[in-house]
Each structure stands twice: as structure tokens, then as C-alpha cells.
């Protein structure tokens, strides 16, 4: 137990740190002219190095549960199996033609399908924590 905290631990101090760079990296975008990419492109590299960590230690950790307690195994390949459903339902979704600010802005077609599968997984995510607050409210009340 102790070994998993000192992990979590420095794996939210790596994110912090991370983090303040992708927001200085934006901050001086902000501020500079907007015709210069580097700080935003830098941002995104750190954007993209935060999400490949916290799926990594998202991994790491489920595996650290799986092997402390065998009954999650099925738990976690159900959520693994309604985690891929929703992302490619969030993509079949997702739209692949450039809206004029796209192209003005010259975003490829590929980023722009990922921008809506993004979008359309926080929708999905969104409206599946709001149905979760309804039916617990309803649970509760036909419980008593």
C-alpha cells in the first residue's frame, strides 16, 4: 500500500508539471502573435504526452487491483468493452467534412474527425452521468 501512494504520488507531480507547461505553452500563444505555431504546437506535443501518461498509469494501476483481487477481472473487461463501444460510437459519429473555419484555418481532415469523436465522447459521457443522477435519485426513492 505505501508503494502505491509514493507511485501516485510522483505520477500527479509528473502531471503537474506537465500540466503548468502546457499552460505557459498556451499563455505565450495567447500573448504573441497568432501567426507563430510553436508555443501552440508545444502545447499540443503536451497535451498529447499527458494523455499517453495517464493512460499508462490508468493501465498500470487497474493492473496493480487485477492482481490484488481476481473478481475485478470481470468488472474491468466490462468497462474496458463499454469504453471501446463509446468511442466508436463517437466516431461513426463524428464528422470528416471541414466546416469553412476548418479550412480557413487549414485543419486535415483527420484532426478534425478526432475533434468530433472528442466532442461526441464527452456528449455520450455527459448524458450518461446525467441518466446515472436520475436512476440513482429514482433507486433511492422507490428503495424506500
Known amino acids: ?14 502531471l503537474l508539471v506537465l500540466g503548468l507547461a502546457a499552460a505557459i505553452a498556451c499563455i505565450t500563444f ?15 506535443a503536451i497535451m498529447y504526452v499527458m494523455v499517453g501518461i495517464a493512460l499508462a498509469l490508468i493501465l498500470f494501476f487497474l493492473i496493480l487491483q487485477i492482481i490484488s483481487d481476481k473478481k475485478k477481472l470481470i468488472s474491468v473487461g ?27 484555418s487549414e485543419v486535415s481532415e483527420g484532426v478534425f474527425k478526432w475533434s ?5 465522447m464527452a456528449y455520450i459521457m455527459l448524458g450518461g452521468v446525467i441518466i446515472a ?8 426513492k422507490f428503495k424506500n
Not at 463517437?90 to 471541414?98: F, G, I, R, V
Not at 443522477?133 to 433511492?140: E, H, P, V
Request: positive net charge; proline residues 1%.
Open 1 to 14: 500500500m505505501e508503494k502505491t501512494k509514493k507511485l501516485r504520488t510522483i505520477c500527479n507531480i509528473v
Open 30 to 44: 495567447a500573448m504573441g502573435k497568432q501567426s507563430s505555431q510553436g508555443p501552440l504546437s508545444f502545447s499540443m
Open 78 to 104: 466490462l468497462l474496458l468493452a463499454v469504453a471501446v463501444v463509446v468511442i466508436l460510437l463517437a466516431y461513426l459519429t463524428a464528422s470528416s467534412e471541414l466546416s469553412e473555419i476548418a479550412i480557413r
Open 116 to 120: 468530433g469523436t472528442l466532442l461526441n
Open 133 to 140: 443522477f436520475f436512476g440513482t435519485m429514482l433507486y433511492a
